[in-house]
């Protein structure tokens, strides 16, 4: 079941972060740093959670997954890459447990982020990854975003910066 976080699920989310943190690393994918501290640290998800921008993905009492969706107000790739101005919402710190893949998680992840963009009237949805995460980049080509182009921030890594055209099903 996907639910909004809770305060309470922080200990279960770092936890399962840090693994995926650590195999990031050993990937050499930079774009999540190894400890607690970077980036993304509890101190995001607890914004997130009091936000209201931060969903689970919870069964049995265990999260399994975690996604953070949110409109994006600022249109923050507009600095790095042509991005669309429609209303859109963005999604963020997209992560699977390393113990639970295969299960399609991080694609019911992905559409109910979908779902929750289009419930508040969104047209787009935006999303970056690391240039190297190859995962990541057949999944959202498997539910349809679109690659935009590329581009490099202040923090380390290449990133590829897609967009879905959302409509009312």
Not at 2 to 27: F, G, P
Not at 105 to 133: F, P, S, T
Not at 152 to 162: F, S, V
């Amino acid at each position: 079941m996907i639910r909004l976080a809770s305060l309470n699920d922080l200990s279960q989310i770092n936890q399962m972060i840090l693994k995926i943190k650590i195999e990031l690393k050993n990937m050499n994918n930079p774009q999540w740093g190894i400890t607690i501290n970077e980036y993304p640290s509890n101190d995001d998800f607890y914004n997130d959670i009091k936000k209201e921008n931060l969903y689970v993905y919870e069964e049995d009492n265990i999260i399994k997954g975690v996604i953070y969706v949110a409109e994006d107000f600022e249109n923050e790739y507009v600095k790095y890459i042509c991005s669309s101005n429609l209303k859109s919402y963005v999604i963020h710190r997209l992560g699977v447990s390393l113990d639970y893949r295969r299960q399609q998680i991080g694609k019911k992840l992905l559409e109910y982020a979908e779902k929750v963009a289009l419930q508040n009237r969104a047209k787009i949805l935006k999303i970056d990854i690391e240039h190297n995460n190859i995962k990541m980049k057949n999944l959202l080509e498997k539910l349809n975003f679109e690659y935009i182009g590329s581009f490099q921030a202040e923090y380390p890594g290449d990133y590829d910066y897609y967009e879905k055209k959302l409509e009312k099903k």
